[in-house]
């Protein structure tokens, strides 16, 4: 029997301070609270379960082998958005594959988000 992936059960994050990235969340995004444990906090960003996890050796914080993409109306709308709370482009945006149009930003804390708009945005 083949595994099937069924969608994104949780995003986690990395962050040296996680009061402060999650208050960056929320600010940023809309993230809501939903339990604070003494080494992680965990949440909810659109449909999304989200946990700020603190970085170490293992999981630093920074680019890394997968980017989340987080469907949105309008790239350039998200992407000066998030400019206006600290993030950075990283990558885009561009037209990929069926029309949609991707771009990665980097946090304060170096994690790499991905936005996608288009025939390919799920959640919408």
Not at 39 to 47: A, E, M, R, S, V
Not at 71 to 93: F, I, K, S, T
Request: charged share 20%.
């Amino acid at each position: 029997m083949a595994m099937t992936l069924k969608g994104i059960g949780d995003v986690t994050l990395f962050a040296p301070d996680l009061e402060a990235y999650w208050a960056w969340l929320e600010t940023a995004l809309g993230a809501v609270l939903q339990q604070r444990y003494p080494h992680l906090i965990q949440g909810q960003i659109g449909t999304v379960s989200v946990t700020v996890h603190p970085a170490d050796e293992k999981s630093p914080t920074g680019p890394g082998g997968q980017v989340v993409y987080w469907a949105v109306d309008d790239v350039n709308e998200a992407m000066q958005h998030l400019a206006r709370h600290g993030a950075r482009p990283y990558r885009g945006p561009v037209v990929g594959e069926e029309g949609a149009r991707v771009a990665q930003l980097q946090d304060p804390w170096g994690n790499i988000w991905g936005l996608i708009e288009g025939t390919k945005a799920r959640g919408r």
